[in-house]
């Protein structure tokens, strides 16, 4: 019994000894990844750039952390979006959607579930659930949305308000997520299916 405890605490501090070194030499006092700095990104701006502009708004697209600074591992986009305003009904084949609403109110559809949100409100979409959302009450939503992984949906947004800032149909506003292996399974959502918003 002694000799087992005895190889016991020779395994685990020869373990220990292997490990320390990469911890030590993997540790970053500064906290931030390996080519990776944190940065500052203010209300109205974008991390890439200015925000994309779609029919006339200044800031409808803006990317806040691009999928590089996640490490890929993720993105976040903020979409400002006008009232009975969003997406066609789609899945992401890949990728984990979170909705984060910051300023006024949407309506959201994932699967057969309907929610209304409200700033503060987050809602998780998982990969190959069905999903929209439309922009509820009288201004416009303001939404972060977090991509795990990150895809291409940086390029999505600009290719989509490409098309939005032309005359739009269904079926080039489709082809645009068929590009970027999204898939179209529904019609948009309107406002009027939704209570109105309170406040």
Known sequence: MANEITRRRLITSTSAALTLPALVSSYNPNGDQPGNKPFLVRKGEAHDGRPIVVQGDPDAFATKVSGVDGNKAYSVIEVQ???????????????????IVSYGSIGIQCGQERAVLNAGDTFMVPAKMPHTFVSLGKEKSRILNIFDPPGEMERFFADLAAVLNEHPDEKKLADVYTRHNIKVVGPPLEASSFPVPKG
């Open 81 to 99: 979006t006008p009232p009975n305003r969003g997406p066609l009904l789609h899945i992401h084949p890949s990728q984990n959607e979170l909705f």
